[in-house]
């Protein structure tokens, strides 16, 4: 069953748009608790007033993250059981679905129409699978996510397992080789119209930390609150090694992407990436030129205070 974006109360088209989400995003006027709550009731005790007097969850708590992001995954999107592993990487449901509706856009965009037959390559799916689950039933696309870690792999495949509707449009596939990306995941004479990634962003776990303890007291500065002082600083959103951290970081890590996208110029016709630190953009965009590919974009997505970026290239 795939969600119909226009599918919304007269309750909550009547909400201010949020600046910055894509215009077709579900979320882009905010979060209905109290309706979050009525289909997901394990959501309930970490709802309660913020500073301001408005119904919210405590974002530095990464249980009530986790739960939120079942909540959402429920309401909207008609997935059950969506769970994740303790420490596992939780991601923000509302900007992984714009990363969906601009790769969308981009599809839309070369092909001139419509297509219903739209395959996507998840790199590094990781436990929680989010970005197939979001192209199936938003759009009714057949995906395929690969990770390195078995067991993100085996979670993943539970909740496939709890949603009979994804089975034949959500497949998993592992990685055997640490050193490569595509090769050994995408198969002779076939094609993908997409790839999507989340790359990991620290080159070490103590460098992830203390990026983690920068959101947190980014997110008590937004409450209006001191900021967050911990003696052992924890992953919020979480992570699990690859998830989160790699030799080199993201920078080494999108070189190594880019150049084996080369690779499989003819097999995939739009291949992407999040790139979350700026400083990383340029020397990306200079090598994909470099390599021959033949239209570059750089999409800005912003999601409150937050500002993210997708770098996507085609060579065909």
């Given at each position: 069953m795939t969600v119909n974006p226009h599918?919304?109360?007269e309750k909550d088209r009547a909400k201010p748009v949020r600046k910055g989400l894509h215009p077709r995003n579900l979320h882009n006027q905010g979060y209905d608790f109290p309706a979050l709550v009525k289909s997901h009731p394990a959501l309930a005790p970490h709802v309660k007033p913020n500073a301001y007097g408005q119904l919210s969850?405590?974002?530095?708590?990464?249980?009530?993250?986790?739960?939120?992001?079942?909540?959402?995954?429920?309401?909207?999107?008609n997935i059950v059981d969506w769970d994740i592993p303790e420490g596992a990487l939780c991601p923000p449901i509302p900007g992984r679905a714009d990363y969906i509706y601009y790769m969308a856009?981009?599809?839309?965009?070369?092909?001139?129409?419509?297509?219903?037959?739209?395959?996507?390559l998840d790199i590094g799916t990781g436990?929680?699978?989010?970005?197939p689950l979001l192209a199936c039933q938003?759009?009714?696309?057949?995906?395929?996510?690969?990770?390195?870690?078995?067991?993100?792999?085996?979670?993943?495949?539970?909740?496939?397992?709890?949603?009979?509707?994804?089975?034949?449009?959500f497949s998993l596939r592992a990685q055997p080789d640490k050193n490569h990306i595509f090769e050994g995941i995408i198969?002779?004479?076939e094609f993908f119209d997409v790839s999507v990634c989340n790359p990991p962003f620290h080159a070490?776990?103590?460098?992830?930390?203390?990026?983690?303890?920068?959101?947190?007291?980014?997110?008590?500065?937004?409450?209006?609150?001191?900021?967050?002082?911990?003696?052992?600083?924890?992953?919020?959103?979480?992570?699990?090694?690859?998830?989160?951290?790699?030799?080199?970081?993201?920078?080494?890590?999108?070189?190594?992407?880019?150049?084996?996208?080369q690779t499989y110029s003819t097999q995939c016709r739009w291949f992407s990436s999040l790139v979350s630190?700026?400083?990383?953009?340029?020397?990306?965009?200079?090598?994909?030129?470099?390599?021959?590919?033949?239209?570059?974009?750089?999409?800005?997505?912003?999601?409150?205070?937050k500002v993210t970026r997708i770098l996507a290239w085609t060579f065909m």
């Open positions: 599918n919304r109360s969850i405590d974002f530095a708590d990464p249980l009530a993250v986790k739960t939120l992001n079942a909540a959402l995954l429920n309401r909207y999107y856009d981009l599809i839309r965009f070369g092909l001139g129409r419509e297509q219903p037959n739209i395959k996507l436990a929680n699978g989010i970005y938003i759009y009714g696309w057949q995906c395929v996510g690969s990770d390195i870690n078995p067991h993100s792999l085996e979670n993943v495949a539970k909740i496939i397992a709890n949603n009979p509707t994804l089975k034949d449009r198969q002779p004479g070490s776990l103590d460098e992830a930390l203390k990026g983690s303890q920068r959101k947190r007291n980014n997110l008590a500065r937004s409450r209006g609150e001191q900021k967050v002082k911990t003696k052992s600083p924890t992953l919020n959103f979480g992570g699990l090694g690859a998830e989160l951290w790699c030799k080199g970081g993201e920078q080494l890590f999108l070189k190594k992407l880019i150049r084996e996208s630190k700026a400083d990383n953009v340029k020397p990306a965009k200079k090598l994909i030129g470099k390599l021959g590919a033949v239209d570059c974009r750089e999409i800005e997505m912003q999601q409150g205070n």
